[in-house]
């Protein structure tokens, strides 16, 4: 049949389903413990959701059970691919996974604080950077008192480690 016979209103849009934080291509999954939980955590939300959607219209229900399907699918591929990392197993003078960090930026003598963490651990609000973030990648490595360029633009930016906490 013609699509011009087709009503506008029985065209089915596909529902968005949104893409976790990216992770490098080839690059392993690290999680810390805490992190592995709260996608469990979600996973374990997200098959509640499905099963208390609502029976009232079909087509809401159809399609808000696709999108959970699809987070589900994202999901699990996560789950399945996490590498734990503890945070307490990691050299405690050295910047790596998991650590909390102090540093100082020059210029500017701006002192910031974070811990990296894996991809979909990361969050600003609670200074948790992702290993993946360029930041993480330059001062990895480091101990108390050096220092790493860091470029942001066209600027060049001096890292001092001042603090490391598991």
């Given at each position: 049949?013609?699509?011009?016979?087709?009503?506008?209103?029985?065209?089915?849009?596909?529902?968005i389903i949104p893409l976790r934080p990216p992770l490098p291509v080839g690059a392993t999954?690290?999680?810390t413990p805490a992190g592995l939980r709260a996608l469990q955590d979600e996973r374990d939300a997200l098959e509640a959701d499905k099963s208390q959607l609502s029976g009232d219209n079909e087509d809401e229900r159809r399609r808000a059970a696709t999108v959970i399907d699809g987070k589900l699918n994202l999901l699990s591929q996560?789950?399945?691919?996490a590498r734990v990392l503890d945070p307490g197993e990691q050299p405690q003078d050295e910047v790596r996974f998991?650590?909390?960090?102090?540093?100082l930026q020059q210029p500017g003598n701006r002192?910031?604080?974070f811990q990296i963490v894996g991809v979909d651990e990361a969050n600003v609000r609670e200074k948790k950077?992702?290993?993946t973030a360029p930041i993480a990648q330059a001062i990895t490595g480091l101990r108390v008192g050096e220092r790493a360029d860091f470029r942001l633009g066209n600027e060049v930016r001096k890292l001092e480690v001042l603090e490391i906490a598991y």
């Open positions: 049949m013609s699509r011009g016979f087709v009503k506008e209103s029985d065209q089915e849009t596909l529902p999954n690290y999680v996560r789950i399945s691919s998991g650590a909390r960090v102090r540093l002192k910031q604080e950077i992702s290993f």
